[in-house]
């Protein structure tokens, strides 16, 4: 009985592997849990040891050194995602950034690695551009019998490949951000089968993000209110991947120097239409002269793929 199990878990697990678009390889599933409370959108904010994953450009206008580490669950904890990050500004010549990314199921079958090595400086003071080069692999587990029996792994049990992507960070007036990014510009074939291809899309977001620190300056409503809009940013992207497109929102609100809270949501508009809804928040804490910020970001997907939830946890230091 318990072998039976066993094979239906494996069975399970390399169905939803070679399944669009529940999960594939290297799938857009982002990371940073401040990033998952926004609802995913994060391309026109871009300002902590997240910022490369999803705009490049946002390095440009760093000041301080940032380290980050998350770990995310989906689908219940059948699939485990953790990366670490960091960014270091080195003044004029710009900002610099790398991170590793690993996920893997639950079983141990499947495993993939992301390397990413990033760059970026303002062009002049209201735009910054940057630039990944990333490193992707992926390899299954050769020891087990789905993976011996199965005629696609008969030439390889592993790949690798090379890609890179570019952004950009658009300041035009204060408090209002534009991002662009275009993301695995070389195709990146990571098939395992010499006799197939399995290409990485490309992956286009765009988005704005608005502080609302003017709206406040206007306000007639009161200090509490004032200060409360001083702190809140609203925050909208469209990303589109393989002729699917996504549209995302967020709001965050740091209710005071320590405590912030985020919505957001997500419309996802394919053949399996489905729609997210996200919340977060963080706690920031001094030490010495270092700030660090606890993030706890959870999203819940409906539609089509109901009842699957997503939950990650980011520590971010800031130096």
């Not at 069975?11 to 940073?32: K, R």
């Not at 306000?219 to 996504?246: C, P, W, Y």
Request: include cysteine; charge should be negative.
């Amino acid at each position: 009985m318990l072998k039976r199990k066993m094979r239906c878990c494996y069975i399970l697990i390399l169905t939803l592997l070679f399944t669009q678009p529940v999960f594939a390889a290297f799938n857009d599933i982002g990371v940073g849990a401040r990033p998952l409370g926004l609802g995913g959108a994060f391309v026109a904010l871009a300002d902590d040891s997240n910022a490369s994953n999803y705009n490049a450009g946002g390095l440009a206008y760093f000041r301080d050194i940032h380290l980050g580490a998350t770990y995310a669950q989906r689908f219940s904890g059948l699939v485990n995602y953790s990366i670490i990050a960091s960014v270091l500004p080195v003044g004029r010549l710009g900002t610099i950034g790398a991170d590793v990314g690993f996920l893997s199921e639950d079983s141990g079958i499947y495993n993939e690695q992301t390397f990413r090595f990033s760059y970026a400086r303002t062009v002049i003071k209201q735009i910054g551009i940057g630039v990944n080069l990333k490193y992707f692999s992926t390899s299954y587990d050769e020891a087990n019998e789905f993976v011996k029996e199965n005629p696609y792994f008969a030439d390889s049990q592993s790949s690798s490949a090379f890609s890179f992507d570019i952004g950009l960070m658009v300041k035009p007036i204060d408090n209002l951000h534009i991002g662009i990014s275009t993301e695995n510009l070389v195709p990146a074939d990571i098939s395992i089968s010499e006799a197939e291809t399995d290409t990485i899309p490309q992956n286009i977001r765009a988005g704005i993000v608005y502080r609302l620190e003017s709206i406040a300056a206007m306000s007639a409503q009161g200090e509490a209110i004032s200060n409360v809009l001083k702190n809140t940013l609203a925050i909208v992207e469209l990303n589109a991947r393989d002729g699917v497109v996504t549209t995302r929102g967020g709001i965050e609100i740091w209710i005071n120097n320590a405590i912030a809270v985020r919505g957001g949501f997500g419309v996802i508009s394919d053949d399996n239409s489905a729609t997210t809804v996200n919340l977060g928040g963080s706690a920031k804490v001094p030490i010495g002269g270092t700030a660090l910020q606890l993030d706890y970001g959870f999203q819940l997907l409906t539609g089509d793929l109901q009842d699957n939830t997503t939950q990650r946890f980011s520590v971010n230091l800031l130096f």
